[in-house]
């Protein structure tokens, strides 16, 4: 066998991971099947349209809902009382009081108005629909009529509130408005809308036909016109169960219809737009963002109340553009897709995707907080068209994969333990180019007179009998957790410390060098003693620094170690056959194996060198007493030679048929004192 390892110098250097990430893309997509390929587009492009429409998307819009709530409610700003703004209200007490229950009484709103429009408020609304006559019709009128302040009723009509009006409430209403004509009362929207969950999020659409909406009459705004954006709420600055204040305040309509009593509230309405309405239990409630955090709902007079502070604070909430809209949608699967094809530890992937969704979650949060209107902002789109993205290619990317992965773990299995060669799969970049310096050991093997049985049978059947052998080796050196170098002819390189590096990797090689000699030694006893004989296995072991690394060129490399501990472990394999022992190892190699089997050898000098190497012999049924005799001796040769000799002597007589021992004994006699034995 060669004795020197080959050389070559370590080229390249680890790809980045967006670029590994685009390469892998490339061989995806040269790999993938058409039909395949053609799938994972689709689901791509239904990622995309997730990303953007998942508001139109059935369920998934209910889930964006009450995601959107959330960031409604966390975000509503909280308040004092509003002072620009007085409900004025029928409450229960009131329908008790007056014996009417639907239709309100008439006759209440009359003084009640009366009294309200001497007190200086900036406008007034009323949302009652008056649409089926009362005896009280005419007092009503006369104080429509009598109004000073602008004053603004509610009007609906049978196509825009089909399911609350019919056609004789609609005709009545119309002639009820057309008695008003001339005064400061004028017909406007009270139209409000919900979603399909029943919660009022938005403002409401405007139908063509029907008057101003009754906020915007009372105080005009172009900018509102044709908004129909996020309704603003808002939130008493302190609540809880135990309080009662409200972003509103609000006036039982009885203290007004009272002309005793009516007086100590002007300070109360004056400079103050009034709304006048229902808070009736049961009646005219809706639910909004706010109720799962408040526990109640909202009646439509407060929903009124809310549009009103909007148009008075200005706050036409701004959106995202369509454009940016759909960036972020090509933003969130494109990153899906990204991160499906990068080869990461499956930490580093929990930490990425926590990473992201907080990004993607948070995303809207942070808007909603800065003012922005999130209704309709898929942020759950954003993350299941990431899903979604992820889901696709990385399906993809497991095919083409688990393909070659068999093939590559075929491969490597042929010279890397299972766990090492997995986790360079799991990490392709460590079959760059390059080269690393790493202490490692090495087991050099030979086995003796192969070369002249070769030359006395069939090449078939030389062939055979070497791959068998070499089988065997190799399993125990995968066995064992090494790696295998090479092979030259019979010999068997291999090292352990690389590419992974075990702490028990000295215990692992020790064993490994001696299990080998074994295995040469069955295979020497199963060969056809017809043949010519076979020698032994011979070991050597050694513990140094090497260049590791893959060496060649992009087309072939070879994962191999380079420099002069190669070169030493092929050396003291090739010194036990002058030593006549199997397996010698280095004192480097020794100390750090963890095992107490070894017996000293005393000092050679390998041929070609001219440093003495002190050498150890791994003998599990060596008697550990002799051991430690034998430890003693060698210790004790330059002190006085010739009675350590003969110590070695006396140890050799209780195993004569030990060569190796005999050998020593042979080098001490034909060396100087204290000197190392040369080898020739």
């Not at 002072?83 to 409450?91: E, L």
């Not at 990385?394 to 083409?400: K, L, P």
């Not at 010698?584 to 963890?594: D, L, Q, V």
């Amino acid at each position: 066998m060669a004795e020197d390892a080959g050389s070559s110098a370590p080229v390249g250097t680890g790809r980045s991971s967006i670029r590994a990430a685009l390469k892998r893309l490339r061989r995806i997509v040269a790999e993938t099947g058409r039909v395949r390929l053609a799938l994972t587009a689709v689901f791509l492009i239904l990622a995309l349209l997730v990303g953007r429409y998942s508001w139109q998307v059935p369920l998934v819009a209910n889930a964006e809902r009450s995601f959107y709530d959330l960031r409604e409610a966390l975000f509503a700003p909280r308040v004092d009382e509003d002072r620009r703004i007085a409900m004025v209200v029928y409450n229960d007490q009131t329908l008790i009081d007056t014996k009417k229950r639907s239709p309100l009484d008439r006759a209440t709103l009359a003084r009640a108005l009366t009294a309200l429009d001497g007190m200086g408020a900036k406008s007034i609304g009323i949302d009652i629909l008056i649409d089926q006559p009362q005896d009280e019709d005419a007092q009503l009128i006369a104080a429509f009529r009598a109004m000073k302040t602008p004053t603004y009723i509610a009007f609906a009509d049978t196509r825009s509130n089909q399911d609350q009006l019919i056609y004789e409430q609609q005709q009545y209403l119309n002639a009820f408005l057309a008695q008003l004509k001339g005064s400061n009362v004028h017909p406007a929207s009270i139209r409000l809308e919900t979603d399909a969950d029943n919660v009022a999020r938005s403002w409401p659409t405007h139908p063509p036909g029907l008057p101003e909406m009754l906020v915007l009459s009372m105080n005009p705004a172009p900018a509102f016109r044709g908004y129909h954006g996020s309704i603003a709420w808002r939130m008493p600055k302190s609540g809880g169960e135990a309080d009662e204040r409200h972003v509103f305040p609000s006036f039982p309509i009885d203290l007004f219809a009272n002309p005793d009593v009516a007086p100590a509230f002007a300070e109360q309405i004056r400079g103050r737009h009034v709304l006048i309405g229902g808070d009736i239990v049961d009646i005219d409630q809706f639910m909004t963002p706010l109720t799962p955090v408040t526990g109640r709902q909202t009646i439509g007079l407060e929903v009124h109340a809310h549009l009103l502070a909007q148009v008075l604070d200005a706050k036409r909430l701004p959106v995202l553009s369509p454009p940016l809209l759909w960036a972020f949608a090509v933003v969130a699967v494109a990153v899906g897709a990204l991160l499906a094809l990068l080869s990461l530890r499956w930490w580093w992937l929990v930490i990425v995707v926590v990473v992201q969704f907080g990004i993607v979650a948070g995303l809207p949060f942070w808007l909603q907080a800065r003012g922005f209107d999130t209704q309709h902002l898929p942020a759950l789109g954003w993350a299941m068209g990431w899903a979604i993205s992820f889901m696709a290619v990385g399906s993809a990317a497991r095919v083409v994969g688990s393909q070659q992965r068999r093939f590559a773990q075929s491969a490597l299995g042929k010279y890397l333990p299972a766990d090492i060669a997995n986790q360079i799969l799991a990490e392709p970049d460590t079959l760059a180019l390059h080269g690393e310096r790493r202490p490692i050991f090495v087991v050099f093997t030979d086995l003796g007179g192969f070369i002249k049985l070769s030359h006395a049978i069939e090449p078939e059947a030389v062939a055979s009998l070497l791959n068998r052998y070499l089988d065997a080796l190799s399993d125990v050196v995968l066995s064992y957790g090494g790696t295998i170098d090479k092979f030259v002819g019979d010999a068997v390189v291999a090292f352990w410390g690389a590419p992974v590096a075990r702490p028990d990797d000295g215990t692992r090689a020790a064993r490994a060098a001696y299990a080998m000699w074994q295995t040469g030694e069955d295979f020497r006893r199963s060969v056809d003693p017809a043949l010519p004989p076979i020698g032994k296995t011979r070991v050597g072991l050694h513990y140094g620094d090497a260049i590791v690394g893959n060496f060649g060129g992009e087309g072939r490399i070879q994962y191999t170690a380079l420099g002069d501990s190669m070169n030493t472990a092929a050396r003291l394999e090739s010194a036990n056959k002058a030593l006549e022992s199997n397996v010698m190892a280095s004192r480097a190699a020794m100390e750090r194996s963890g095992l107490d089997w070894w017996r000293p050898m005393g000092r050679i000098i390998l041929r070609g060198r001219s440093t003495p190497v002190e050498i150890f012999e791994p003998c599990p049924d060596f008697p550990a007493s002799d051991r430690d005799h034998l430890t003693k001796a060698l210790d004790g040769l330059g002190q006085d030679h010739e009675q350590a000799l003969a110590a070695i002597r006396d140890i050799s007589k209780r195993h004569p048929d030990d060569e190796a021992l005999l050998n020593l004994i042979y080098r001490l006699e034909n060396s100087q004192a204290g000197e190392a034995y040369v080898l020739g």
